[in-house]
């Protein structure tokens, strides 16, 4: 069974930082990139941080570069997000999901949560001004 597991959200206070993780099973995880997204209340599921397969790039809202990074950890098959710097504007329910490298190379981006394979539950991240 394919599972993405996000944990890591919470509360905190503007100017702080929180890591979010991914844990994913149920797939070979070198065959998959694993892409962060977000849903703000009453607006759009949208990326916010993922590294292309197929180019090697790291894509990224505006908002969140330079604050966030996104890591992966092969031995725990495990993405991470870090989040520094938190605004309240990053308020939001994050999710991870993946996209197969064959569909990355075929010119789907895992940066457009339309095109991804799997996903997993949010996580919700809440930043107080």
């Known amino acids: 069974e394919v599972q993405l597991q996000a944990s890591g959200g919470g509360l905190v206070q503007a100017g702080g930082s929180l890591r979010l993780s991914c844990a994913a099973s149920g797939f070979t995880f070198d065959d998959y990139t694993i892409g962060w997204f977000r849903q703000a209340p009453g607006k759009e599921r949208k990326g916010v941080i993922c590294?292309?397969?197929?180019?090697?790039?790291?894509y990224s809202l505006d908002s969140v570069k330079g604050r966030f990074t996104i890591t992966s950890d092969n031995a725990k098959n495990t993405v991470y997000l870090q989040m520094n710097s938190l605004k309240p504007e990053d308020t939001a329910v994050y999710y991870c999901?993946?996209?197969?490298?064959?569909?990355?190379?075929?010119?789907?981006?895992?940066?457009?949560?339309?095109?991804?394979?799997?996903w997993g539950k949010g996580t919700l991240v809440t930043v107080s001004s």
């Open positions: 590294i292309s397969s197929s180019d090697g790039n790291t």
């Open positions: 999901a993946a996209i197969a490298t064959a569909r990355q190379s075929m010119g789907v981006l895992c940066f457009d949560y339309i095109g991804m394979d799997f």
